[in-house]
């Protein structure tokens, strides 16, 4: 899986780089707008994340270039500029998300992720972890025969871990997950809480061992290997 | 009434006064002149009577004869010798018959004594007067027609002055009623040669420039300053993401970092907030389409249910089916999860949430201190309040405000019973 990480904060690069390789993502980076231009009219990506403001350039034009010479590539544009009008236009120049700075690392895991299996596996892809079945498009789960009845949130939650295996998920990339950055936040996290443990609960109860470990209070990380 | 009306109406106030006043001084004028006028004739005529009767007339006969073809003219015989010198002239008005018309009407004569063939007589010319009631309905005939001129004029040369002098100022009041501060540009004043209007133009143009740039700037800061923040954020936010996931963490070493994802948490929301704030206070074109409060209401009832359940709060609903109304969706959740949380975070333990929607407004009750608060403070950005809680941002009241203004909705604050807060939104 090839990726392309467009960003000139070169802080916020090498934290991009560090987390997604560790899932496994071969990353190419891109710090101008030349640069970017470059590698992505002559590569070709599993997902492009592009920020918007480059030196250069406008993240906007290299979007509308993009979408001439290769339309329908997966792009999730990461943006300090929440504006609503240029989410709106990043989504009709063809981008397929966006996520407003600052993001938590495990949402844009789970982002990319869910864009790569919707573009690769259309429809039919089911998600085998240990001895969970996930068929993400049906939204249905089962631990071996024993299908588990999941709320819409918990299946969110269980995409968001499932996303960020063997990482620690903190509470307030769930908290967010679950919300949506338009919602008043709390500070505090009965909502986490209660559907953490919903989640494992149902896990437990169709026999799955305990994936879902809490850790020192600060999230919850999702690993088959400890268990 | 319009200024120039004003003007205008005090204009013919005067103006009937002096019509009124000035037909009386008219009439007594006239009527001097006249007089005058008729005396100096009468008295000529005398004289010529007087000639006449030196010269001409011979016999009392003569005197009656001339009274018969000349009814103006009499001799009236006196009695007693004639005094040496003639008379004082009289000038008298007199009610007389006249035969010709069959009317009593007023005559002016003048009389005075002659002596005739050692006879005393008294001589009276007279002359029929004008009609001293006709000649002053014939001057306020007269007056009246000069004002209803007078008046027409004035109408007619206010009207052309309200739409030539004056239009320079009502194209200036019509744009400051239409002017708004977040506007992009300051207004363009139409231009006029009247120094008056020119001056204040001039003024209104110096003074809404200003306030234009310091909007403009105040509004360009807090939008930069909330941006700035993002990347800074975003920095601090993934760092944080990949410290976690450091093997061999340590408890001791978690506990450092949890308050650092709670404060990371509130900066993120707070830039968050202030960024919405700008951009609803820039009034940016926001999508409308139709969105159904009551699932609204619903849903975000729904992601509270936890924080309801932790404070053990007593949820009441009456909410209508379903409400369509035209407004950004997104702004709407951010509306109704902010009253909602609002509600939740105020409320007491074990006290109640009241969410009644009907057509026409939204309501959100919750039981808390048992005073009012004051409803200025309540919408004010960022201003610590007395009922503030430690891990509020404090902007969410006035982001729903703000919201309700671009949406087109009314958001007030009531406090009717006792330790209830009340907020409603009104829809229609």
């Not at chain 2, 002017?179 to 992009?184: K, M, P, R, V």
């Not at chain 2, 007395?386 to 404090?394: E, H, I, N």
């Given at each position: 899986m090839k990726l392309l990480l467009v960003e000139d904060e070169p802080d916020l690069l090498a934290s991009l780089v560090s987390y997604l390789r560790a899932q496994h993502y071969v990353c190419e980076v891109a710090t101008t707008f030349a640069q970017a231009q470059e590698k992505m009219l002559l590569h070709s990506y599993e997902c492009i994340v592009l920020d918007l403001t480059l030196p250069g350039g406008d993240g906007l034009d290299l979007l509308r270039e993009l979408q001439r010479h290769h339309p329908g590539a997966a792009v999730i544009i990461t943006s300090a500029r929440a504006a609503v009008g240029d989410r709106i236009a990043g989504l009709e120049l063809g981008a397929d998300d966006y996520l407003p700075k600052p993001f938590y690392l495990p949402e844009l895991s789970a982002r990319i992720a869910a864009l790569v299996r919707r573009r690769h596996y259309q429809g039919t892809n089911l998600l085998r972890v240990g001895e969970l079945q996930v068929d993400v498009p049906a939204r249905r789960a089962a631990v071996g025969e024993r299908p588990l009845t999941l709320t819409r949130t918990e299946f969110d939650l269980l995409l968001l871990l499932l996303a960020n295996q063997g990482r620690v998920v903190t509470k307030g990339a769930i908290a967010e997950h679950l919300s949506g950055d338009a919602a008043e936040q709390f500070d505090t996290f009965e909502n986490v809480y209660a559907h953490v443990k919903n989640l494992k609960r149902k896990l437990g109860e169709a026999?799955?061992?305990?994936?879902i470990r809490m850790v020192y209070g600060l999230g919850y990380r999702f690993d088959t290997s400890e268990a | 009434m319009k200024l120039l009306a004003r003007t205008t109406f005090i204009f013919l106030l005067y103006a009937s006064v002096v019509a009124v006043a000035g037909t009386f001084v008219y009439y007594e004028v006239i009527h001097r002149l006249y007089y005058a006028y008729v005396d100096r004739t009468l008295g000529r005529r005398k004289q010529r009577v007087e000639l006449a009767l030196r010269q001409e007339l011979r016999t009392p006969a003569d005197l009656a004869f001339w009274h018969r073809i000349d009814h103006n003219v009499e001799f009236v015989p006196l009695g007693g010798t004639p005094a040496a010198t003639p008379g004082p002239n009289i000038f008298q008005d007199r009610l007389m018959f006249n035969t010709l018309t069959g009317k009593n009407q007023y005559y002016r004569q003048v009389a005075g004594t002659e002596a005739f063939q050692g006879k005393s007589y008294r001589l009276e010319v007279r002359t029929s007067l004008l009609d001293g009631p006709a000649l002053l309905g014939g001057i306020v005939l007269a007056e009246a027609v000069l004002f209803g001129v007078l008046l027409g004029g004035m109408l007619l040369i206010q009207h052309v002055l309200a739409r030539h002098y004056w239009r320079p100022f009502y194209r200036t009041l019509g744009t400051l009623q239409q002017?708004?501060?977040?506007?992009?540009h300051a207004p363009v004043l139409a231009p006029t040669n009247i120094p008056e209007f020119k001056a204040l133009n001039a003024a209104i143009g110096r003074v809404l420039g200003r306030h234009q740039r310091l909007y403009q700037r105040q509004r360009e800061f807090a939008e930069n300053a909330a941006h700035e923040l993002q990347t800074p954020l975003a920095i601090l936010r993934t760092k944080l993401d990949l410290l976690v996931q450091a093997?061999?963490?340590t408890e001791e070493q978690a506990s450092h970092i949890e308050p650092l994802l709670a404060v990371t948490q509130r900066l993120t929301h707070l830039s968050r907030s202030l960024l919405l704030l700008t951009h609803l206070d820039q009034q940016l074109y926001f999508a409308t389409e139709t969105v159904d409060l009551a699932a609204v209401v619903h849903t975000q009832l729904g992601q509270l249910a936890e924080q309801l359940a932790s404070g053990q709060l007593a949820l009441e609903t009456d909410l209508v089916p379903s409400l369509r109304v035209s407004a950004n969706r997104s702004l709407v959740d951010i509306l109704v999860s902010n009253l909602l949380s609002n509600a939740i975070r105020h409320n007491v333990p074990c006290g109640r949430l009241r969410v009644v929607l009907t057509a026409q407004q939204l309501l959100v009750e919750n039981t808390g201190r048992p005073q009012a608060l004051p409803a200025d403070q309540l919408?004010?950005?960022?201003r610590p309040r007395?009922?503030?809680?430690?891990?509020?941002?404090?902007l969410g009241l006035p982001i729903a405000r703000q919201i309700c203004e671009t949406s087109g909705f009314l958001l007030s604050y009531h406090?009717?019973?006792?330790g209830r807060h009340q907020l409603r939104v009104r829809i229609s």
């Open positions: 026999g799955a061992p305990s994936y | 002017y708004q501060l977040d506007q992009h093997p061999g963490l919408f004010a950005r960022l007395p009922d503030r809680l430690p891990g509020s941002v404090g406090y009717e019973e006792p």
